[in-house]
């Protein structure tokens, strides 16, 4: 791919990462000032750079925690920053949930508590509920991670599991007002699945996350399975009092993202389509079908007349069957791509996740052409079998084609432009 085709690509994901810019997003949202107090919580790979925005836009000193990604900290004045792991929960991340129900303890009707939560929370936010220990809570998440389930049945789930996630923590800070300020990572924008919902209680029922584990074959272990058959794990509802004078805001998601570049897209001369905001499904299967649907433009002008943009978001999903692979959704949905429109020289295409690390490398994605799967094999790698043990990394890593932005401090799902000459 030539580096002008790439910059283009570029500068749609960096028009997406601007339309969720924190300052931006927050200063349209602002809530009114309480008789109070004032404490900010805050959960989420781009939560630090969210209350870095929040003060400076607030003005007067505030308080409270606010827990983010190993190396995704910014420095705020007042607001406590602490990092802990992601994607699979540390004892900093335990330790985060203890410090945010503090901060939230003993609070009156007339202070005001701010969340502000975007994607990633879930595993930020380690609080194993009764006898559960921190080794259950990592063991939860590595077989949702490993199922291949959507994000919303895993969030389904995992709020059942926690003493702190499906509105738990809004609850803890009653007769405080809360106002919910989040940035969506989910497809169709539901608040109560950002970070499965630490101030937003979910709709979803116990019996319903049961449901949801039968249904996807979820192997849980037995301590896990154990209180999911508990009525402990029943969590609060909707309609409880305590949640009867809360806001709650989207503030930036997908779909504004993906409008963004569109209209960069447009402003460079190219047409562009926004297919949904919400795709899920298996990643390298959702490429098959954007690559085929890519080349029914390229070859018949169908059903969009090229040149065009193709622009799509949502959460794929990976189920591994290598466990030493590497990568993430966007490099295993590009890896499949690039694979079924080899040969065909008007294709070009970036996906990325918006927070800038895709999976477990430091990549946010990968670029791909017609020309990619040929390249890769050329370093010796073989696509095929590269997917079939998800390591599109190493892949696009032997193509020289991985994209590398850095955490943006921002996370609205996934990002995918399609180029079609």
């Known amino acids: 791919m030539d580096i002008e ?99 939230v303890s003993g609070l009156t009707e007339d202070d005001l508590v701010v969340a502000l939560i975007c994607g990633g929370g879930s595993a930020l936010l380690s609080s194993p509920p009764g006898d559960l220990t921190l080794a259950d809570e990592q063991a939860l998440n590595s077989a949702l991670l490993a199922s291949g389930a959507p994000i919303g049945v895993m969030n389904a789930i995992r709020k059942h599991v926690s003493g702190i996630k499906g509105g738990r923590l809004a609850a803890a800070a009653f007769p405080a007002r809360v106002v919910s300020l989040i940035v969506s990572d989910v497809p169709g924008d539901d608040p109560a699945q950002v970070a499965s919902g630490p101030t937003v209680p979910s709709e979803v029922t116990l019996e319903e996350a049961l449901d949801l584990v039968r249904t996807w074959n979820i192997e849980l272990p037995d301590a896990i399975l154990k209180h999911l058959s508990s009525e402990s794990a029943r969590g609060p509802h909707p309609k409880d009092p305590v949640f009867a004078h809360h806001d709650v805001s989207i503030i930036a998601s997908s779909r504004l993202s993906l409008e963004a570049a569109a209209e960069v897209s447009r402003q460079n001369g190219l047409p562009a389509v926004i297919l949904s905001d919400a795709i899920e499904g298996e990643a390298r299967d959702i490429g098959l079908m954007h690559a085929a649907l890519a080349r029914e433009v390229a070859e018949k002008d169908q059903p969009f007349a090229k040149p065009v943009v193709l622009l799509s978001g949502g959460e794929t999903t990976v189920t591994l069957r290598n466990t030493e692979g590497r990568g993430g959704r966007n490099t295993e949905f590009l890896l499949s791509f690039a694979r079924a429109i080899e040969g065909q020289p008007s294709i070009c295409a970036l996906a990325a996740d918006t927070d800038g690390i895709d999976g477990s490398e430091d990549n946010a994605g990968a670029f791909a052409d017609g020309t990619t799967a040929t390249v890769m094999r050329g370093a010796g790698i073989d696509p095929q079998r590269a997917l079939l043990q998800n390591d599109a990394w190493g892949a696009f890593e032997a193509a020289s084609a991985l994209f590398v932005p850095g955490p943006t401090g921002t996370n609205v799902n996934d990002l995918r432009a399609i180029l079609i000459r």
């Open 5 to 103: 085709t790439r910059a283009f690509l570029t500068s749609l994901f960096d028009a997406a990462i601007q339309a969720a810019d924190p300052h931006k997003a927050i200063s349209k949202h602002l809530p009114e000032r309480p008789k109070g107090r004032t404490i900010v919580i805050g959960a989420g790979k781009g939560a630090a750079q969210l209350g870095a925005a929040f003060e400076e836009l607030w003005q007067v000193p505030v308080e409270g925690v606010i827990v983010t990604r190993y190396g995704y900290a910014t420095p705020c004045k007042h607001i406590e920053v602490i990092e802990a792991a992601h994607p699979v929960p540390d004892e900093a991340g335990l330790e985060a949930s203890k410090a945010l129900f503090d901060a």
